[in-house]
C-alpha cells in the first residue's frame, strides 16, 4: 500500500499524521522547511516564498513569509499534539535562480534565495529550534520529500538527481 501523498503548494502549510509524503515541488528562492515529531508522528511542511511580510499590510496566508511561516508551522505542530522539544527539523531551497544583468555577486539584495535561507535560519534560532540538516544556496531548483514512514527527507534536483538529505526517524 502507499502511502498518501500531501503537496505542499506556495505559501502553503500542511500538517499530517501517521505514514504520509509531503512533498514541495520546484523550489527555487522558496524553502521548503520540514518539521516532524517521531513520537507522535506528526509531520508539518510549509513553501516559504519570501523573507518577511510587508509593513503594514495585511498578511493573506502566512506559510508565504519566514517571519510569520516559521512560527505558524510551530503552532500548527503543537496543536496537533506534537512537542517542541522533540521536534527534528530539514530544510532546502533557497537558490539564486534569477540572474540580474552580469552580475554573479552573491548576497545581494535581489538574492531572494539567500535571503529566505537566512530569514528561516533567525526565525527557528528565535524560536529555540535548530536544524538537523539543511541544503540551500546554489543555482538549482529542488524538489523535496519527507517519507514520515521511514523518515527519509529527500532533495531531488534536475542537475544531480535525487539524495537522501537526512533521517528524522
Keep these: 500500500m502507499t502511502a498518501q501523498q500531501i503537496l505542499v503548494g506556495m505559501a502553503d502549510i500542511q500538517i499530517s499524521k501517521g505514514e504520509t509524503n509531503l512533498v514541495c515541488l520546484g523550489l527555487g528562492s522558496c524553502i521548503g522547511l520540514l518539521f516532524h515529531e517521531p513520537m507522535t508522528k506528526i509531520s508539518g511542511m510549509v513553501h516559504i516564498m519570501l523573507p518577511e511580510s510587508f509593513p503594514n499590510k495585511p498578511v493573506d496566508k502566512v506559510g508565504k513569509f519566514a517571519n510569520t511561516g516559521v512560527e505558524a508551522l510551530l503552532n500548527q505542530m503543537i496543536c496537533a499534539g506534537a512537542s517542541k522539544s522533540r521536534l527534528r527539523v530539514a530544510y ?78
Design 92 to 169: 532546502a531551497g533557497g537558490a539564486q535562480v534569477f540572474k540580474f544583468g552580469n552580475s554573479t555577486s552573491t548576497g545581494s539584495n535581489l538574492d531572494i534565495g539567500l535571503r529566505n535561507a537566512e530569514a528561516v535560519k533567525k526565525e527557528l534560532i528565535r524560536l529555540g529550534l535548530r536544524a538537523d540538516k539543511i541544503d540551500v544556496g546554489g543555482n538549482s531548483g529542488r524538489t523535496v520529500t519527507f517519507d514520515a514512514k521511514t523518515g527519509d527527507f529527500r532533495v531531488k534536483t534536475v542537475t544531480t538527481g535525487e539524495k537522501l538529505l537526512c533521517n528524522l526517524k
